[in-house]
């Protein structure tokens, strides 16, 4: 039975109100005094949402809202004492005077019904749209769509898959004589709107199969007509180009447009073909395209394409032989730009007359082809400097063996004596320790010729054999940490480059979400590069073997250039991560405003309204909001650069959200 004294409700919330506002030993004996009324109506109360209750166990949804008022669930919920802000002053009061708590309403029943309320309002505005077309008598077909989105949006009701097919049985009949009527008047509009109709998923009634035949290829029909129009204009322009080209010769922007026009061209023809196709499924709508004529007009137009396209297709040709000549200069003027080391200069030498010969080539198949005289002038220099330089090695390597019969003599009258041997032995081992100094300070990241030279002269000399390994020992981990340097950097790059790709895909509510991984793993990279990179001062850990970091001596040029060229990589890595954790940091924080923006604005509509239940959804948001605001950036926020921030928005932006969630409990209270 329907709850019948809602008024009676309406004047007992109000006298509670009333009392619990006062504050005082009044309002306290009001309370006292309302307790019997309290009990007898929560149990009235009680005993309405029992039914309410058997009837949603039951699956009658509809039956239970339209068992009491919709104003019943709020006014029953504020008879729960102890969710009022002033019941504690309250409760007090009934322990000291030994009286016992007042009873409590079902809620979970109670929220039931509100949940039930809930889903029943999408359903409001079809629901009037579908009593207003039945009074209207509007067309079938526009009551049955509507009648699948009320399923789509209320699929436990049998009620709607019921009428659905009932609808249906009598729309299949009236299709049958709209298919007539369309394809009799030729309307390729109504035969798609109808073969959309047909072809629609969801019928449950099976849909006559030769109604979708009779009405299949519309869509070729309509797309052949547009395409129709669009080869037309561009046979036409086509033309009128071709007649400009006649009176003057073209320029490179009229050529241009030329090939932007025959591509509408051949997509309207490759159109015309998918079209051709498709209505070769559809001999009924087949017969009435030509009938129309399309397919005669589509066939008279390559006559009339058929100069310029021959013209373009010359000129493609010209400017591709163009493109390949320049190619070949180009190859060829590269070739010659450093002459060759003398073991390849045959192969060098052969080279450069195969990339000439392949220019002359190109300058006699087409005329108009010039072999530049700078160019040419350049090749004989670099093949004349080529075969020069082997002239003067004959006359070097002549001298060389005079000089060598030379020593020779006078290695055999005894000129290098013993003590010149050990000289030339110390001088060797201090150029080793010299270079085995600046090897460990990070010069080399490749070994000197000059090690591989000295052992070399020295194989059997353990002081030359130490400082060979070490050197080589100290290079390799050089080079190592040149290479992880510039692999770190391309890594954070890269990351830093898919995160910002993310960020810009993120909207609304989305920005809010955590950082991707991309983001600390760029940091991670960056501080991989910073703790072996760049200034040694800088680095996170000793130097190289244990050394406290320094940055190389001065006779270490190469190491000088490489730390500065690297610290510059490495500071500007910092400021693109940094920045990129700001824009994320500031993306969140500007989303955080608009919802809260949006929040703020529905919570003083509530206020306004007084609406209890509406203030119960906001503060969900509210907190759900607060909640998403307050979590870490990212499961390994502490490796971010600015990682001492933890949380998405700052505490003093997330700290807003309380600023009007009291009035909103007010509401609630």
Same mark, same amino acid.
């Given at each position: 039975?329907?709850?019948?004294? *809602?008024?009676?409700?309406?004047?007992?919330?109000?006298?509670?109100?009333?009392?619990?506002?006062?504050?005082?030993?009044?309002?306290?004996?009001?309370?006292?005094?309302?307790?019997?009324?309290?009990?007898?109506?929560?149990?009235?109360?009680?005993?309405?949402?029992?039914?309410?209750?058997?009837?949603?166990?039951?699956?009658? @949804?509809?039956?239970?809202?339209?068992?009491?008022?919709?104003?019943?669930?709020?006014?029953?919920?504020?008879?729960?004492?102890?969710?009022?802000?002033?019941?504690?002053?309250?409760?007090?009061?009934?322990?000291?005077?030994?009286?016992?708590?007042?009873?409590?309403?079902?809620?979970?029943?109670?929220?039931?019904?509100?949940?039930?309320?809930?889903?029943?309002?999408?359903?409001?505005?079809?629901?009037?749209?579908?009593?207003?077309?039945?009074?209207?008598?509007?067309?079938?077909?526009?009551?049955?769509?509507?009648?699948?989105?009320?399923?789509?949006?209320?699929?436990?009701?049998?009620?709607?898959?019921?009428?659905?097919?009932?609808?249906?049985?009598?729309?299949?009949?009236?299709?049958?004589?709209?298919?007539?009527?369309?394809?009799?008047?030729?309307?390729?509009?109504?035969?798609?709107?109808?073969?959309?109709?047909?072809?629609?998923?969801?019928?449950?009634?099976?849909?006559?199969?030769?109604?979708?035949?009779?009405?299949?290829?519309?869509?070729?029909?309509?797309?052949?007509?547009?395409?129709?129009?669009?080869?037309?204009?561009?046979?036409?322009?086509?033309?009128?180009?071709?007649?400009?080209?006649?009176?003057?010769?073209?320029?490179?922007?009229?050529?241009?447009?030329?090939?932007?026009?025959?591509?509408?061209?051949?997509?309207?023809?490759?159109?015309?073909?998918?079209?051709?196709?498709?209505?070769?499924?559809?001999?009924?709508?087949?017969?009435?395209?030509?009938?129309?004529?399309?397919?005669?007009?589509?066939?008279?137009?390559?006559?009339?394409?058929?100069?310029?396209?021959?013209?373009?297709?010359?000129?493609?040709?010209?400017?591709?032989?163009?493109?390949?000549?320049?190619?070949?200069?180009?190859?060829?003027?590269?070739?010659?730009?450093?002459?060759?080391?003398?073991?390849?200069?045959?192969?060098?030498?052969?080279?450069?007359?195969?990339?000439?010969?392949?220019?002359?080539?190109?300058?006699?198949?087409?005329?108009? *082809?010039?072999?530049?005289?700078?160019?040419?002038?350049?090749?004989?220099?670099?093949?004349?400097?080529?075969?020069?330089?082997?002239?003067?090695?004959?006359?070097?390597?002549?001298?060389?063996?005079?000089?060598?019969?030379?020593?020779?003599?006078?290695?055999?009258?005894?000129?290098?004596?013993?003590?010149?041997?050990?000289?030339?032995?110390?001088?060797?081992?201090?150029?080793?320790?010299?270079?085995?100094?600046?090897?460990?300070?990070?010069?080399?990241?490749?070994?000197?010729?000059?090690?591989?030279?000295?052992?070399?002269?020295?194989?059997?000399?353990?002081?030359?054999?130490?400082?060979?390994?070490?050197?080589?020992?100290?290079?390799?981990?050089?080079?190592?940490?040149?290479?992880?340097? $510039?692999?770190?950097?391309?890594?954070?790059?890269?990351?830093?480059?898919?995160?910002?790709?993310?960020?810009?895909?993120? @909207?609304?509510?989305?920005?809010?979400?955590?950082?991707?991984?991309?983001?600390?793993?760029?940091?991670?990279?960056?501080?991989?590069?910073?703790?072996? $990179?760049?200034?040694?001062?800088?680095?996170?850990?000793?130097?190289?073997?244990?050394?406290?970091?320094?940055?190389?001596?001065?006779?270490?040029?190469?190491?000088?250039?490489?730390?500065?060229?690297?610290?510059?990589?490495?500071?500007?890595?910092?400021?693109?991560?940094?920045?990129?954790?700001?824009?994320?940091? @500031?993306?969140?924080?500007?989303?955080?405003?608009?919802?809260?923006?949006?929040?703020?604005?529905?919570?003083?509509?509530?206020?306004?309204?007084?609406?209890?239940?509406?203030?119960?959804?906001?503060?969900?948001?509210?907190?759900?909001?607060?909640?998403?605001?307050?979590?870490?950036?990212?499961?390994?926020?502490?490796?971010?650069? $600015?990682?001492?921030?933890?949380?998405?928005?700052?505490?003093?932006?997330?700290?807003?959200?309380?600023?009007?969630?009291?009035?909103?409990?007010?509401?609630?209270?």
């Amino acid at each position: 039975m329907p709850f019948t004294r *809602l008024q009676d409700l309406t004047k007992l919330v109000a006298a509670i109100d009333t009392a619990m506002a006062r504050h005082d030993e009044q309002g306290l004996a009001m309370m006292r005094d309302l307790l019997p009324t309290i009990h007898e109506t929560a149990d009235a109360v009680n005993s309405a949402l029992a039914e309410v209750e058997g009837l949603l166990f039951e699956g009658l @949804r509809d039956e239970a809202i339209a068992l009491h008022d919709p104003e019943f669930p709020a006014l029953a919920a504020r008879l729960n004492l102890e969710d009022r802000a002033g019941w504690p002053e309250v409760e007090q009061f009934f322990a000291r005077e030994g009286i016992g708590a007042p009873p409590q309403i079902d809620f979970d029943t109670l929220s039931a019904l509100e949940s039930a309320h809930s889903e029943l309002e999408p359903l409001a505005r079809p629901l009037d749209k579908l009593r207003r077309m039945a009074l209207e008598r509007a067309p079938l077909g526009r009551r049955l769509a509507l009648l699948r989105k009320l399923r789509e949006l209320d699929p436990t009701k049998p009620v709607w898959s019921e009428l659905i097919a009932a609808h249906e049985q009598i729309r299949a009949g009236e299709l049958k004589d709209a298919v007539r009527q369309a394809l009799a008047a030729r309307d390729p509009e109504a035969i798609a709107a109808l073969h959309d109709e047909l072809s629609a998923p969801g019928w449950a009634v099976p849909v006559p199969k030769e109604l979708v035949r009779a009405t299949h290829g519309v869509d070729a029909w309509l797309r052949l007509r547009e395409v129709a129009a669009e080869a037309e204009s561009a046979a036409a322009a086509l033309e009128a180009w071709y007649g400009r080209a006649a009176l003057q010769p073209p320029t490179l922007e009229m050529v241009e447009d030329a090939r932007h026009l025959r591509q509408r061209w051949q997509e309207a023809c490759e159109a015309a073909a998918g079209c051709r196709a498709a209505l070769a499924e559809s001999q009924t709508i087949a017969g009435f395209v030509r009938d129309e004529g399309l397919l005669s007009r589509l066939d008279d137009l390559p006559a009339r394409t058929q100069p310029v396209l021959e013209w373009l297709g010359i000129q493609d040709a010209r400017d591709d032989a163009g493109n390949e000549f320049a190619g070949a200069c180009q190859r060829l003027e590269e070739h010659i730009e450093r002459l060759p080391h003398q073991q390849v200069e045959a192969a060098w030498t052969e080279s450069v007359k195969e990339l000439q010969a392949n220019v002359l080539r190109l300058c006699r198949e087409l005329p108009d *082809l010039v072999y530049p005289d700078q160019l040419r002038v350049r090749v004989e220099e670099a093949l004349a400097a080529v075969q020069s330089r082997g002239v003067q090695r004959r006359k070097i390597l002549i001298g060389a063996v005079a000089a060598g019969l030379v020593a020779l003599a006078l290695l055999i009258l005894g000129a290098f004596s013993c003590s010149q041997r050990s000289r030339r032995l110390e001088a060797d081992r201090k150029t080793l320790e010299k270079i085995h100094t600046q090897a460990l300070a990070g010069n080399f990241a490749e070994l000197p010729n000059a090690v591989a030279e000295i052992k070399a002269r020295h194989p059997s000399d353990e002081a030359i054999a130490t400082l060979d390994e070490e050197i080589t020992a100290a290079v390799s981990e050089e080079f190592a940490r040149r290479r992880k340097v $510039g692999d770190e950097l391309s890594r954070q790059a890269a990351n830093v480059e898919t995160a910002r790709r993310k960020l810009s895909e993120r @909207r609304g509510a989305e920005r809010l979400e955590a950082w991707p991984e991309d983001v600390p793993a760029g940091a991670k990279a960056w501080r991989a590069a910073r703790a072996v $990179g760049g200034d040694p001062g800088h680095r996170g850990s000793a130097g190289t073997h244990g050394q406290p970091a320094a940055f190389p001596p001065e006779d270490c040029i190469q190491a000088r250039q490489v730390v500065k060229e690297e610290e510059g990589k490495i500071a500007t890595a910092e400021e693109l991560q940094k920045r990129l954790e700001d824009d994320f940091r @500031r993306s969140a924080t500007e989303a955080f405003h608009d919802e809260l923006t949006a929040i703020r604005t529905d919570a003083e509509a509530a206020i306004a309204a007084k609406d209890g239940k509406q203030a119960r959804t906001i503060i969900g948001r509210l907190h759900t909001l607060r909640d998403k605001a307050g979590k870490d950036k990212c499961d390994t926020v502490d490796v971010l650069l $600015g990682g001492a921030v933890r949380r998405r928005v700052a505490r003093e932006d997330v700290e807003m959200v309380q600023d009007f969630e009291p009035a909103l409990q007010a509401l609630i209270q």
